[in-house]
């Protein structure tokens, strides 16, 4: 097996392809160790020194460090983690996993239904390349709320990514929409 890494526009963040499906379909963020008990491949990727969050997307593991911590330490602990990790066969995640789904009835339904039609058709699939992700946590007298994941959670440019991007996006798109803003969860 071969994992292939790339960088992402967070330096602190590595994103990493082993070639194979890790999760299929869907993502599971674990912004911290205590938050892996449900998956053995983010467990076996914490226990790599400097390691502070793990992201499984559909073909990749996003891994952020510690400030401190050097990436020439840090990748080959990750990589064997991985590779011994899908040499054993376990999933990546154990048990059923939950789905975030949000829905919003009422008036705005069918503007929600526009934003999470844009968001899984036009940005999903682009951050999905920086190694995150993107969830909708709701909509209310214009503004959107969005949680960014992986890679994307703490990179400086995210910022820009919700206001030059997803904001001018789904503005552009939906005149019911005059703002993005995120959400911590």
Not at 34 to 61: I, K, Y
Not at 98 to 118: F, N, R, S, Y
Request: with cysteine.
């Amino acid at each position: 097996m071969f994992i292939q890494t790339e960088s992402t526009p967070n330096p602190a963040t590595l994103k990493f392809l082993p070639g194979q499906d890790v999760l299929g379909q869907g993502t599971a963020d674990f912004p911290d160790r205590d938050s892996a008990a449900s998956s053995p491949l983010a467990q076996a990727v914490f226990a790599a020194p400097g390691v502070t969050a793990v992201f499984l997307g559909a073909d990749f593991v996003t891994v952020t460090k510690d400030a401190s911590a050097d990436w020439s330490h840090v990748k080959p602990s990750v990589l064997g983690a991985i590779l011994e990790h899908f040499q054993s066969g376990r999933p990546a995640i154990e048990g059923e996993t939950e789905a975030a789904h949000v829905t919003q009835d009422g008036p705005d339904g069918e503007v929600v239904d526009q934003i999470k039609e844009l968001l899984d058709t036009r940005v999903r699939p682009a951050v999905a390349q920086d190694g995150g992700d993107i969830t909708f946590h709701g909509f209310d007298r214009g503004v959107v709320y969005l949680h960014m994941k992986g890679a994307c959670a703490g990179c400086p440019s995210s910022t820009m990514t919700l206001k030059m991007g997803i904001e001018n996006l789904l503005r552009h798109y939906i005149p019911e929409v005059t703002e993005v803003r995120p959400v911590a969860v």
